[in-house]
């Protein structure tokens, strides 16, 4: 049976920043659900792309020419090989949408790169 995925029920199951979590695949890609607040590292993804659409909230997306602020709604294509980190002031809710062995901090290892996300 094909299940529908409740973006607010999936968000309400955890409360850390930074660990995205799987909630769905499609073809080769996963779908993902992170919290973010404050600076995430700098970083980059020599192969893939990644969207992030803002669930609740906002923040900004730096690169090193400038930042590009993402409200409640709206989406942000990083293109493969731009370096990036998310800021966000306040918590918001982002879903990521990228291909499925994206790690989080692409080229950097640190203490909140996730390998291997869970799936909610």
């Known amino acids: 049976m094909i299940e529908k995925v409740n973006l607010a029920a999936k968000l309400a199951t955890f409360a850390d920043h930074w660990t995205p979590r799987m909630v769905g695949e499609v073809n080769d890609c ?11 590292v700098w ?3 020599e192969a893939e792309d990644e969207l992030f659409l803002v ?6 997306m730096d690169f090193r020419d400038g930042s590009v602020p993402v409200e409640e709604g709206e989406i942000i294509v990083v293109p493969r090989g731009a370096e990036h980190r998310p800021v966000a002031d306040e918590e918001a809710h982002v879903l990521l949408f990228e291909p499925r062995t994206t790690v989080n901090t ?10 291997t996300p869970e799936r909610i």
């Open 106 to 115: 692409g080229n950097v290892t640190e203490a909140r790169t996730v390998r």
């Open 30 to 40: 996963a779908v993902k659900l992170v919290k973010i607040q404050g600076e995430f």
């Open 43 to 45: 970083h980059h993804h």
């Open 55 to 60: 669930v609740k909230g906002r923040f900004r």
